[in-house]
C-alpha cells in the first residue's frame, strides 16, 4: 500500500505542473509573457530547431568516433570440390594432418574444408578527415545553437506582434461597442424628438444610418478578432480548441512602449550576422581540409587469426593454425587527377562567397535598423498627439451632446462629434498598437530582443 501511495505521489508530482500550465493557459486570462513562454515550449518551429541541434550532435559524435579504436571481427567457411589451395602448402610444409595428427601428404591432397575466423584492432594515428571532424565540430555545434536561438528570436518578435494585434481589435470592438450604445440613446433621442415634433424624420434616419453601420463595423471586427486569435494560436502551438483570453493593462503597455533611440546598432549583436560568421568558420575549416589533403593516413593494426583445415566438415574446427601480427598502414595520395586542387579551389571561393555575404548582411541590418527607427520615432510622435486628441474629443461630444439635449445644437453636430471620438479612440489605439510592434522591430533590428521571459 505504501509503494501505491509512493507511485501515485510521484505521477502527480509529474503531471500537476504540466495541467496547470495548460489550465493557465486554456482557460484563464494570459499575459503576453504567458503567451511567449507557451510559444517558446511548444512552437514547432523551436523544437525542430532543438532538434536540429541534437541531430548534429550526433553527427559530430560519429564523425569523431573515427579516432577511437577499431575493433572488428571477420569469419569464412569454404568448401572446395577439388581440393584446398592451401593443401600443397600444407602437403610442402609436412605439417600434421588436422584429422589424424600425422604427417601424410596424401592426406592434405584431400583437405576440402576451410574456415578462418579472425579479429582486427585498429587504431587511427593521423587521418584528414578525422581531423576535419575534430576542427568543425566547435563551429557546428555554435552554428546549430546560434540557428535555435535566431528561431526563438523569431518566435518572441511573432509573438509579440501577433498578442498586440489581437488586442487591437478587441480594442476596436470595445470602441464600437461603446459607440452603439451612444448611437442607440442619440437614436431614442431622435425618435422622441421626431414623435414631439419638435424635429423632422431626418435626425431619426441619419441616427439608423449610423447605427447600421456601427453594427456592421462590429460584426467584421469581431470576425476579425477570431481569424487573429486563430493565427497567434497557430504561432504559440496551442490546439485550435483551446479558449484564449487575452490580458489588457493599459497603463503597463504605455510605460513599456518607451525605448532609448541613442542606442547605437552593433551588428554583432544580430545573430543573421553571427551565423554568416560562424558559417565562415566552418568554410575555412573545409578549406584546411583540402590543403593538406596532400598528407598520407597512418593508423596502427594488429590482426589474430584462426585457420582451419579438414578432409570433412565434422572434424573441421578439432585443430587450428593461428597466426597474428602488428603493424603500420599507410595511405599516401600520390595523384588524384587534380581533384584535391579543384576542391581547393572551390572551397576558397565558398569562402569568397560568404565574405560578400557578410557585408551584405551588415548592409541589410543597417537599413533595417534605420527604417525601424523612422518607424518607431514616427509612431510615438503619431501616439503622443492622439492620445491627446482622445481627452479632446470625449470633451467635445459630452458638451455637444447636452447641448443638443437642450437644442442649442444640430443633431448633426452631435454626429460629427460622436464621429470625431470614434475616430479618436480608434486612432489612438492603433497608434499604441503600432507603436509597440514598431518597438519589438526595433529591438530585434539592434540584436536586443530579450527571449528569456521566464
Request: aromatic share 10%; hydrophobic share 35%; glycine share 4%.
Given at each position: 500500500?505504501k509503494?501505491?501511495?509512493?507511485?501515485?505521489?510521484i505521477?502527480?508530482?509529474?503531471l500537476?505542473?504540466?495541467?496547470?500550465?495548460?489550465?493557465?493557459?486554456?482557460?484563464s486570462?494570459?499575459?503576453l509573457?504567458?503567451c511567449?513562454?507557451?510559444?517558446?515550449?511548444?512552437?514547432?518551429a523551436?523544437?525542430?530547431?532543438?532538434?536540429?541541434?541534437?541531430?548534429?550532435?550526433k553527427?559530430?559524435?560519429?564523425?569523431?568516433?573515427?579516432w577511437?579504436?577499431?575493433l572488428n571481427s571477420?569469419n569464412?567457411?569454404?568448401?572446395?570440390?577439388?581440393?584446398?589451395?592451401?593443401?600443397?602448402?600444407?602437403?610442402?610444409?609436412?605439417?600434421?594432418?588436422?584429422t589424424t595428427?600425422s604427417a601424410?601428404?596424401s592426406?592434405?591432397?584431400?583437405l576440402?574444408?576451410?574456415s578462418?575466423?579472425?579479429?582486427?584492432?585498429?587504431?587511427?594515428?593521423?587521418?584528414?578527415?578525422v581531423?576535419?571532424?575534430?576542427?568543425?565540430?566547435?563551429?557546428?555545434r555554435?552554428?546549430?545553437?546560434?540557428n535555435?536561438y535566431?528561431?526563438?528570436?523569431n518566435?518572441?518578435?511573432?509573438?509579440s506582434?501577433?498578442?498586440?494585434?489581437?488586442?487591437?481589435?478587441?480594442k476596436?470592438?470595445d470602441?464600437?461597442?461603446?459607440?452603439i450604445?451612444?448611437l442607440?440613446?442619440?437614436?431614442?433621442?431622435a425618435?422622441?424628438?421626431?414623435?414631439?415634433?419638435?424635429?423632422?424624420k431626418?435626425?431619426?434616419?441619419?441616427?439608423?444610418?449610423l447605427?447600421?453601420?456601427?453594427?456592421?463595423?462590429r460584426?467584421q471586427?469581431?470576425e476579425?478578432?477570431?481569424?487573429?486569435?486563430?493565427?497567434?494560436?497557430?504561432?504559440m502551438?496551442?490546439?485550435?480548441d483551446h479558449?484564449?483570453?487575452?490580458s489588457?493593462?493599459?497603463?503597463?503597455y504605455?510605460?513599456?512602449a518607451a525605448?532609448d533611440?541613442?542606442?547605437?546598432?552593433?551588428v554583432?549583436?544580430?545573430?543573421?550576422y553571427?551565423l554568416?560568421?560562424?558559417?565562415k568558420?566552418?568554410?575555412?575549416?573545409?578549406?584546411s581540409?583540402?590543403?593538406?589533403?596532400?598528407?598520407?593516413?597512418?593508423?596502427?593494426?594488429?590482426?589474430?587469426?584462426?585457420?582451419?583445415l579438414?578432409?570433412?566438415?565434422?572434424?573441421l574446427?578439432n585443430?587450428?593454425?593461428?597466426?597474428s601480427?602488428?603493424?603500420?598502414?599507410?595511405?599516401?595520395?600520390?595523384?588524384?587527377?587534380?581533384k584535391?586542387?579543384?576542391?581547393?579551389?572551390?572551397?576558397?571561393?565558398?569562402?569568397?562567397?560568404?565574405?560578400?555575404?557578410?557585408?551584405?548582411s551588415?548592409?541589410?541590418?543597417?537599413?533595417e535598423?534605420?527604417?525601424?527607427?523612422?518607424d518607431?520615432?514616427?509612431?510615438?510622435?503619431n501616439?503622443?498627439?492622439?492620445?491627446e486628441?482622445?481627452?479632446l474629443?470625449?470633451?467635445?461630444?459630452k458638451v455637444?451632446?447636452?447641448?443638443?439635449?437642450?437644442g442649442?445644437k444640430?443633431?448633426?453636430d452631435?454626429i460629427?462629434?460622436?464621429?470625431?471620438?470614434?475616430t479618436?479612440?480608434?486612432?489612438y489605439?492603433?497608434?499604441?498598437?503600432?507603436l509597440?510592434?514598431?518597438?519589438?522591430?526595433?529591438?530585434k533590428?539592434?540584436?536586443?530582443?530579450?527571449v528569456q521571459?521566464n
Amino acid at each position: 500500500m505504501k509503494k501505491t501511495h509512493y507511485s501515485l505521489f510521484i505521477c502527480l508530482s509529474l503531471l500537476l505542473p504540466h495541467c496547470v500550465f495548460s489550465q493557465d493557459v486554456k482557460d484563464s486570462v494570459v499575459t503576453l509573457k504567458q503567451c511567449v513562454n507557451f510559444a517558446l515550449q511548444n512552437q514547432p518551429a523551436v523544437k525542430q530547431a532543438a532538434i536540429d541541434q541534437e541531430i548534429n550532435e550526433k553527427d559530430i559524435r560519429i564523425g569523431l568516433s573515427a579516432w577511437l579504436p577499431q575493433l572488428n571481427s571477420s569469419n569464412l567457411y569454404q568448401h572446395y570440390f577439388q581440393g584446398s589451395p592451401l593443401a600443397a602448402s600444407v602437403a610442402t610444409t609436412g605439417s600434421s594432418s588436422p584429422t589424424t595428427g600425422s604427417a601424410s601428404t596424401s592426406s592434405s591432397s584431400n583437405l576440402k574444408e576451410y574456415s578462418a575466423l579472425g579479429l582486427q584492432a585498429s587504431q587511427v594515428i593521423y587521418n584528414n578527415e578525422v581531423l576535419q571532424a575534430a576542427k568543425a565540430a566547435k563551429y557546428s555545434r555554435q552554428y546549430y545553437k546560434q540557428n535555435t536561438y535566431s528561431s526563438q528570436i523569431n518566435v518572441v518578435a511573432d509573438v509579440s506582434k501577433a498578442f498586440f494585434d489581437v488586442l487591437l481589435s478587441e480594442k476596436q470592438l470595445d470602441i464600437l461597442n461603446a459607440d452603439i450604445v451612444r448611437l442607440q440613446r442619440s437614436l431614442k433621442d431622435a425618435q422622441n424628438r421626431y414623435q414631439a415634433g419638435v424635429t423632422d424624420k431626418t435626425d431619426y434616419k441619419q441616427a439608423t444610418i449610423l447605427l447600421n453601420n456601427s453594427t456592421a463595423s462590429r460584426k467584421q471586427t469581431a470576425e476579425a478578432v477570431k481569424s487573429k486569435t486563430a493565427y497567434l494560436k497557430q504561432i504559440m502551438g496551442i490546439s485550435a480548441d483551446h479558449n484564449l483570453k487575452l490580458s489588457y493593462d493599459s497603463a503597463r503597455y504605455e510605460q513599456e512602449a518607451a525605448i532609448d533611440t541613442n542606442q547605437r546598432l552593433d551588428v554583432n549583436n544580430r545573430i543573421e550576422y553571427r551565423l554568416l560568421e560562424t558559417q565562415k568558420g566552418l568554410l575555412n575549416v573545409n578549406v584546411s581540409y583540402y590543403k593538406w589533403g596532400f598528407l598520407p593516413s597512418v593508423s596502427a593494426v594488429g590482426v589474430y587469426n584462426l585457420n582451419y583445415l579438414s578432409n570433412k566438415f565434422s572434424n573441421l574446427y578439432n585443430n587450428a593454425y593461428p597466426n597474428s601480427y602488428a603493424g603500420l598502414t599507410l595511405d599516401i595520395p600520390i595523384f588524384t587527377g587534380t581533384k584535391r586542387l579543384q576542391n581547393l579551389s572551390k572551397a576558397r571561393l565558398q569562402v569568397e562567397r560568404n565574405n560578400y555575404d557578410i557585408v551584405n548582411s551588415a548592409n541589410s541590418i543597417n537599413t533595417e535598423y534605420v527604417q525601424s527607427l523612422a518607424d518607431y520615432k514616427s509612431n510615438y510622435t503619431n501616439w503622443q498627439l492622439l492620445k491627446e486628441n482622445v481627452t479632446l474629443a470625449n470633451d467635445v461630444y459630452k458638451v455637444v451632446s447636452l447641448q443638443y439635449r437642450e437644442g442649442i445644437k444640430t443633431y448633426l453636430d452631435v454626429i460629427v462629434s460622436q464621429s470625431d471620438l470614434r475616430t479618436a479612440e480608434l486612432n489612438y489605439y492603433n497608434a499604441l498598437f503600432q507603436l509597440l510592434s514598431s518597438k519589438i522591430d526595433l529591438e530585434k533590428s539592434l540584436g536586443i530582443l530579450n527571449v528569456q521571459y521566464n
